[in-house]
């Protein structure tokens, strides 16, 4: 059973920067980052294979935010630079299966306000 | 990377059949058969219910269905149940390396 935690989340003021993590319970996957503000819908942010050599983002985020991971410790990262109020958003990683995210982490808040 | 367009509510009467809707583009919904749907409860995570426009993942009911038609999928409940009220996003592959969804689907049983 895949079980996948976020943490890393809090208060950051606007142009601030701040670093996610996602645990992946000792497996080596292909991740995505999603995002959702507060009492809006889903928005895809970014992807990493999992042998790290392809990495892609959404228009939103691109120069901004970097996914990064480190296989040996089953975790995955995503460094977020920049920020302002739109970042603001619970943010979840999940694991992709054939093009689709089949197991979702709890999420970590993250909201930017000064 | 436009948003995929869902209806914003839809409802239905326990038992009865309800279907949402989810149009994309050519270059989205209608370039792959990378659709998958997500069911989502309040204050949890997005739950995968169908992938590849059709097939459904281990322990989710019959009762869930995808299909597509040129730039549109649907996702169809049908036998309704209390537990199916929750909000459902479309997502699609887009091809140029990205992802996109929908803008969600408030789903009420009445």
């Known amino acids: 059973q895949v079980q996948l935690v976020e943490s890393g989340g809090g208060v950051v003021q606007p142009g601030g920067s701040l670093r996610l993590s996602c645990g992946t319970s000792g497996f080596i996957l292909t991740m995505h980052w999603v995002r959702q503000a507060p009492g809006k819908g889903l928005e895809w942010v970014a992807f990493t294979r999992n042998d790290g050599n392809d990495k892609y983002y959404a228009d939103s985020v691109k120069g901004r935010f970097t996914v990064s991971r480190d296989n040996s410790k089953k975790m995955v990262y995503l460094q977020m630079n920049s920020l302002t109020v739109e970042d603001t958003a619970i943010y979840y990683c999940a694991k992709d299966d054939h093009w689709a995210l089949d197991y979702w982490g709890q999420g970590t808040l993250v909201t930017v306000s000064s | 990377q436009s948003a995929l367009t869902q209806p914003p509510s839809a409802s239905g009467s326990p038992g009865q059949s309800v279907t949402i809707s989810c149009t994309g583009t050519?270059?989205?919904?209608?370039?792959?058969?990378?659709v998958s749907w997500y069911q989502q409860h309040p204050g949890q995570a997005p739950k995968l219910i169908i992938y590849?426009?059709?097939e459904r993942p281990s322990g989710v009911p019959d009762r869930f269905s995808g299909s597509k038609s040129a730039n549109t999928a649907s996702l169809s409940v049908s036998g309704l149940q209390a537990e199916d009220e929750a909000d459902y996003y479309c997502?699609?592959?887009?091809?140029?390396?990205?992802?996109?969804f929908g803008g969600g689907t408030k789903l009420t049983v009445l």
């Open positions: 997502c699609s592959y887009v091809g140029s390396k990205s992802w996109v």
């Open positions: 590849e426009v059709s």
């Open positions: 050519s270059s989205d919904v209608g370039g792959h058969n990378y």
